[in-house]
């Protein structure tokens, strides 16, 4: 399977860049969700984490100390509190280190504030990793098809997800299953022909 490949790759090279792409597959965040993550938003005791913001990462987005700012979630329902495993926790903590506690904990780190950036860097990984090229919010798309393909409820990952409702992700994610399925079926009946 790709995704595990990928995951193998990614704790193999054990990088901050590595650990981020991790915390999305793990976490079905947004890229800048991600980068709005503060020390403040992480509950290492209950693991758990907050989303309550984004990093404005678009071109001049700084405050007066020339720092990236913080803005709004996508919408209300991008606000919620996630849990999280022990492996994200420890990649937060590991990644924040020298963090003040209202700093992005990978916003501050060069090449971290542009989408286009990491794309770049998660394009060579899955290369290096033999598997298909994804993106940063592909990451987000296979987080959400893996819980649903586990039996988790649409609603359920709708919200995880901060999705409206969860009539995007059962469009989205639910057709990319029917897709794998009917090639499976074809696949299958291949297979059943040659007997």
């Known amino acids: 399977d790709d ?9 193999y090279l054990n990088s901050s860049y590595a650990n981020f792409f991790l915390i999305l597959l793990k976490t079905g965040l947004r890229f800048a969700e991600l980068l709005g993550i503060t020390l403040e938003d992480i509950d290492f005791e209950n693991k758990t984490i907050s989303i309550n913001k984004t990093l404005d990462y678009k071109k001049g987005a700084y405050d007066e100390n020339f720092s990236r700012r913080f803005k709004s979630t996508k919408n209300k329902y991008s606000v919620r509190t996630i849990p999280v495993d022990d492996a994200v926790i420890y990649m937060f903590w590991r990644n924040a280190k020298g963090a003040d506690k209202d700093e992005s904990i990978f916003g501050s780190i060069k090449g971290f504030q542009y989408n286009s950036s990491l794309n770049n860097k998660l394009e060579k990984t899955c290369k290096y990793a033999g598997v298909p090229v994804i993106t940063l919010h592909g990451l987000r798309h296979e987080h959400a098809t893996y819980l649903v393909s586990q039996g988790i409820d649409s609603r359920a990952v709708a919200e995880r997800l901060g999705h409206v409702d969860d009539s995007v992700t059962r469009e989205v994610y639910i057709h990319r299953l029917e897709t794998e399925r009917v090639r499976d079926n074809q696949q299958i009946m291949r297979s059943v022909s040659k007997i």
């Open 3 to 11: 995704m595990k490949k990928l995951v193998v790759t990614l704790k």
